[in-house]
């Protein structure tokens, strides 16, 4: 859970761990399971246990498949190592780091301001702009980060148009809470918005931004309506004649050199995201920049099957390292780099490591995968959009009380196997598992940008589980039909 367990909960969570541990490993065997596959259930059991009910820090307890799995002879300490150095945990990583050299050189207020000038001070009309923003960013830069980015702007708009009024205090929280739910929304629109989405991508492989955005872009479109019309109508009401004075004069001054540079590698940077794969236009062929500096001489042959999106962001936070700013640093400092969330990689890497147990011994018909994919073949007995369906709101309202990233990294393997033993396109329920853990919109310990807007202590609790429990099943809904209708 995001923001911590009650600590009776984690008490029994502490104890429990290692019980449940203890009795998968010395149980039986289970049939069509081998040997190695019952010790890495048994481990994931204990970690699993440890996330939802966080006795000690989710970063810390994601160490244990690193200790673990080497003693039970799962897997070897630099086989299990190499699953917490994957392109996605870096890819996380460099766009963090660009997100947090954003804020130090005020980008990301010049970003928002602009936006929102451009809706003017009807605030119906700057509440839907304001989400637009938020999400549309979102799409680039972690739904963490984004929040980190735009709160300190919601809080002073918030401010801003004051509390004198009903009106204003209903509009005040719709642009804090919307801020986060945003973000979570944004973050489904590219595989870099969410650390679900990054595992998704690390289990198939690598999943192209085209590929993905088509699945990921229309549920962004259909959502971002449904979040302003349902706060804007329904459950927060935002009346039409709230009185919003004028934006400041922050736009109207002159770009720093800063600014510049960070505008630059961050536009740089989303430009070598899109065009690394090359666009296929029907007659015509346009290579992706790899290839093209492989046919000019520039790269050697092997470069575009190497290059991956996270080599692309742990440029652009180079660049920022290496740029002067004008303080007399640098762009990129060391502080940021402390500040980087290190507990979400290390969490990041341990799915990784145990995907791969999950599949050991490789090409056998009894690994982990395979046993628990065959235990969950009835689901394939529905009609694929009623599957899917149930999927998405299973995973959604099971987000509520684990972190997202722990689902995702538990479910979507488990979702994958399936398919493939079904004969369905993996991606179909890889899809739809990654995309519902963002849908947990209801809960503060829902998803880090929930707990964050919920900290400002300016949200009534009632107001975010009214809110949420709508968008959680709009949002289940949504993701099913849309991937039904995309990848059938």
Not at 446 to 452: D, F, I, K, M, V
Request: one cysteine or more; a neutral charge.
């Amino acid at each position: 859970m995001e923001s911590g367990s009650h600590p009776t909960v984690a008490r029994a969570g502490m104890i429990a761990g290692p019980l449940v541990f203890l009795a998968i490993l010395l149980s039986p065997v289970p049939d069509g399971l081998n040997v190695v596959g019952h010790r890495a259930l048994a481990v994931t059991a204990w970690l699993a246990v440890w996330w939802f009910t966080e006795p000690i820090p989710s970063g810390i307890a994601s160490l244990l498949p690193l200790v673990c799995f080497p003693l039970l002879n799962v897997m070897g300490a630099d086989a299990v190592a190499r699953g917490y150095h994957r392109d996605p945990i870096f890819l996380f990583l460099g766009g963090f780091l660009v997100a947090m050299a954003a804020e130090r050189c005020g980008l990301h207020k010049r970003m928002a301001e602009a936006v929102l000038k451009c809706f003017g001070t009807s605030p119906r009309k700057l509440l839907f702009g304001y989400l637009v923003s938020v999400s549309f960013v979102s799409w680039w830069f972690s739904n963490t980060a984004t929040t980190l980015l735009f709160l300190p702007s919601a809080r002073a708009l918030a401010d801003h148009v004051g509390t004198e009024s009903p009106g204003a205090r209903r509009f005040g929280i719709a642009l804090l809470l919307g801020t986060a739910l945003a973000a979570s929304i944004g973050g489904m629109a590219s595989p870099i918005g969410t650390v679900p989405n990054t595992i998704l991508v690390g289990q198939m492989g690598g999943i192209s931004f085209s590929t993905w955005m088509a699945v990921g872009v229309p549920i962004w479109l259909v959502l971002i309506v449904c979040l302003w019309a349902l706060m804007t109508f329904i459950t927060i009401r935002i009346p039409g004649d709230v009185v919003i004075p004028g934006p400041s004069d922050i736009s109207a001054k002159p770009w720093s050199r800063d600014e510049r540079w960070v505008a630059t590698i961050f536009v740089g940077m989303i430009s070598l995201w899109f065009f690394r794969d090359g666009l296929n236009l029907g007659s015509v062929v346009i290579p992706g920049w790899p290839q093209a500096l492989v046919n000019s001489g520039l790269l050697p042959s092997g470069a575009p099957s190497a290059i991956r999106d996270g080599t692309i962001a742990i440029l652009a936070a180079l660049l920022l390292a290496a740029l002067p700013s004008a303080t007399g640093s640098r762009l990129l400092t060391r502080e940021h780099v402390q500040a980087a969330p290190w507990d979400v990689l290390i969490l990041l890497g341990s799915s990784f490591a145990l995907a791969d147990a999950f599949d050991l011994p490789k090409g056998a018909p009894d690994t982990l995968s395979a046993w628990i994919a065959g235990s969950l073949e009835s689901v394939s007995g529905l009609p694929l959009l009623a599957q899917l369906i149930l999927i998405a709101l299973v995973v959604t309202f099971f987000g509520e009380f684990a972190s997202n990233i722990a689902c995702a990294a538990l479910l979507v393997p488990i979702g994958l196997a399936l398919a493939r033993s079904t004969g369905i396109d993996p991606l179909t329920y890889g899809f739809t598992i990654a995309l519902a853990t963002s849908c947990s919109f209801m809960l503060p310990v829902g998803t880090p940008p929930n707990a964050l807007v919920y900290a400002t202590g300016r949200i009534p609790l009632n107001m975010m589980l009214r809110n949420g429990i709508a968008l959680d099943i709009i949002g289940a809904l949504v993701v099913a039909c849309v991937v039904k209708l995309v990848r059938p």
